[in-house]
C-alpha cells in the first residue's frame, strides 16, 4: 500500500511541488534523473545499487544520487534520493526515509504522519 501526497522539494538549483508516494515497501527514496537534474546537483554511487520490483525478475539500477529537503506541512525534512531511470512515480519517499524521520503511514485515513519533535535540531 502506499499514499500520494504533495510535497515540495529544494534542492540547490531549484524547488517544485508535486506529488510524491510513500511507500513503505521502497527501500530508499527515489526520484526520476531528470526531475533531480532540475533540483540539484547529482553525483555518483560509490557502486551501483540495484532494487526489485513488484514484477518478478525485474530489476532497476541507480548509480547517481542526490540530496534534497522536502516539505511536508509547513516540516523541512532531507534526504538522498536515487536517481532511477524509467521510475513509475516522479518521487517515491521510501522505508529509509520513513524510519530516519520517524514518519508513520496511516493507511485508514490516507494520511502520512509527522512526529514535529524530530524537525528541531538538537544540540547536545
Same mark, same amino acid.
Given at each position: 500500500?502506499?499514499?500520494?501526497?504533495?510535497?515540495?522539494?529544494?534542492?540547490?538549483?531549484?524547488?517544485?511541488?508535486i506529488?510524491? *508516494?510513500?511507500?513503505?515497501?521502497?527501500?530508499?527514496?527515489?526520484?526520476r534523473?531528470?526531475l533531480?537534474?532540475?533540483l540539484?546537483?547529482?553525483?555518483d554511487l560509490p557502486?551501483?545499487?540495484?532494487?526489485?520490483?513488484?514484477?518478478?525478475?525485474?530489476?532497476?539500477?541507480?548509480?547517481?544520487? *542526490?540530496?534534497?529537503?522536502f516539505?511536508?506541512?509547513?516540516?523541512?525534512?532531507?534526504?538522498?534520493?536515487?536517481?532511477i531511470?524509467?521510475?513509475?512515480d516522479?518521487?517515491i519517499?521510501?522505508?529509509?526515509?520513513?524510519?530516519?524521520w520517524?514518519?508513520?503511514?496511516?493507511?485508514?485515513?490516507?494520511? *502520512?504522519i509527522i512526529d514535529?519533535?524530530?524537525?528541531?535540531?538538537?544540540?547536545?
Amino acid at each position: 500500500m502506499v499514499i500520494e501526497k504533495r510535497i515540495l522539494l529544494k534542492g540547490s538549483k531549484g524547488e517544485k511541488e508535486i506529488t510524491a *508516494v510513500f511507500d513503505s515497501g521502497a527501500s530508499y527514496s527515489c526520484i526520476r534523473p531528470e526531475l533531480a537534474g532540475r533540483l540539484g546537483i547529482t553525483e555518483d554511487l560509490p557502486e551501483p545499487m540495484e532494487f526489485g520490483t513488484a514484477k518478478e525478475g525485474e530489476k532497476l539500477v541507480a548509480d547517481r544520487a *542526490v540530496r534534497l529537503n522536502f516539505y511536508i506541512d509547513g516540516h523541512r525534512f532531507s534526504d538522498e534520493f536515487m536517481l532511477i531511470p524509467g521510475l513509475s512515480d516522479p518521487v517515491i519517499i521510501g522505508a529509509k526515509t520513513l524510519q530516519a524521520w520517524r514518519m508513520k503511514l496511516d493507511f485508514e485515513n490516507d494520511e *502520512v504522519i509527522i512526529d514535529p519533535r524530530v524537525t528541531k535540531l538538537r544540540l547536545l
